[in-house]
């Protein structure tokens, strides 16, 4: 063969690892993809970091702007002392708020999964007119999805006693946090145990506790804005992907069928995975986002 005959070489998109000071403390980012692009943010859950979408990235890249942040306390975003910040959901959006407009990102699509989803919400309520789509993945906007794990969290929602507060420190061990990437997952030899031992490593660092405990409770905040998000979904029908892992017991599947009710155009696609479905279905949903955002953004 020669050099005329050659198949052009596709490119690979480069990843830059960055950092912004918002009102004094460092939010880490991952970017990548051209500057001109459509804008998909991407918002991590519980107890990962942008680490979750590190092989996602790369797909998303040679045709969309991808920013994927780290909240304060997660990655390697600062993590200040719980006494010197506020650690609510309300203030992660507010700062993922003020990193989007530092960063000069108009509109953009988000990918909400865990506690990206409440995060991500939040900035819709504030922001409508600058949401273009959605991809959700195992995040609740609808109380049929808070089943029996989330009972004991609950209680501390309800009683905020140091008895109830200790009970969940459970949530942040390494058992635990290997079970939220094993647990339900279709082939295991998929997933890498880099996943927990990375994650644990930063849960165990000085004072972390305390902050994801804080986060925990504060959780309990964005159930009366369900009701809100909602509302939103309905009038503003942002184009909807779900992708969401069947077999996760945190968000289990009756969590991703109630979004129909206010999204009926929404794609639903229920995956044989777990909490983590990237790790074990990423050549499943990866063609799944990418037609879908080719259907619904603008293309250059």
Known sequence: MNQLERP??????????????IDGVKIFYREAGPLDAPVVLLLHGFPTSSHMFRNLIPLLADRYHVIAPDYPGYGHSDAPDHSAFAYTFA???????????????????????DYGAPIGYRLALAHPERVQALIVQNGNAYTEGLGAFWDPIKAYWKTDTPANR??????????????QYTDGMSDLSRISPDNWLIDQALLDRPGNREIQL????????NVPLYPDFQAFFREHQPPTLIVWGKNDVIFPEAGAHPYLRD??????HLLDSGHFALEDQLDTMAPLILDFLNCNLPQR
Do not use: C, W
């Open 8 to 21: 052009a070489a596709r490119t690979v998109p480069v990843i830059y690892y960055k950092t912004k000071n």
């Open 91 to 113: 203030n992660l959006a507010q700062v993922i708020d003020k990193l989007t407009v530092a960063l000069g990102l108009a509109r953009y699509s988000m990918y909400v999964m």
């Open 166 to 179: 200790e009970a969940l420190s459970r949530l942040l061990t390494l058992e635990l946090t290997r079970f």
């Open 214 to 221: 804080d986060l925990l409770h504060d959780y309990g905040t």
């Open 263 to 268: 999204l009926p155009a929404a794609e639903l």
